[in-house]
């Protein structure tokens, strides 16, 4: 329960609503070949101006493949601590 508290508590929650259209046209034309499902994730991530966390493997090679380099998995994540 302390864990779950400890990650919640450093957690935003963003409506979609509040995420800006021409990231949402970005990230459509970023994901439409890989996973459309990805599109909000990829737009939110485009509007904070943050990092992606990803075990979606397709996913993170056709972004990169795109040039799109704002995503990061599990196995990044435990080389930082």
Known sequence: MKIKRLVIKNITFIEV???????FQLAEKLT??????????????EFIN???WSGDRKL???????GWQKCTDTNELYKLI
Request: aromatic share 4%.
């Open 60 to 66: 993170i090679n056709g972004l990169a493949t795109k």
């Open 17 to 23: 609503e509040l995420i800006p259209l021409e990231a």
């Open 50 to 52: 943050g990092i992606l």
């Open 32 to 45: 439409k070949d890989i996973d459309i499902d990805d599109t909000e994730f990829v737009a939110l991530t």
